[in-house]
Nanobody
Framework: QLQLVESGGGLVQPGGSLRLSCTASGVSLDYFAVGWFRQAPGKEREGLSCITINGGSTNYADSVKGRFTISRDNAKNTAYLQMNSLKPEDTAEYHC?????????????????WGRGTQVTVSS
């Protein structure tokens, strides 16, 4: 059973940066594509980015394109989301998720495993 744990969230000022980590245990993350999602209070969950098993393909939501970068280190069983130029509207709980067979899809309902999330608050 794959387990995912997010870390790296916190309070940051507008324009600042954070790097989120998604660390897997139980099963090698090599077998899965990984996505990042976020959910703000009162809003629907939003898919942000996805990366394939070898990192050869990535995609991004328009809301974060050019500011966020997804990556992974399979040797460390970890995926990352580098977030730059953060805005107050980026405030949300951020979750990573894994999908098998490994492919990047838009629908959150197709992801098989989820972490519990890490809170990101962007405020001055």
């Amino acid at each position: 059973q794959l387990q995912l744990v997010e870390s790296g969230g916190g309070l940051v000022q507008p324009g600042g940066s954070l790097r989120l980590s998604c660390t897997a245990s139980g099963v090698s993350l090599d077998y899965f594509a990984v996505g990042w999602f976020r959910q703000a209070p009162g809003k629907e969950r939003e898919g942000l980015s996805c990366i394939t098993i070898n990192g050869g393909s990535t995609n991004y939501a328009d809301s974060v394109k050019g500011r966020f970068t997804i990556s992974r280190d399979n040797a460390k069983n970890t995926a990352y989301l580098q977030m730059n130029s953060l805005k107050p509207e980026d405030t949300a709980e951020y979750h990573c998720a894994a999908i098998y067979p490994p492919r990047c899809v838009r629908s959150e309902y197709e992801y098989d495993y989820w972490g519990r999330g890490t809170q990101v608050t962007v405020s001055s």
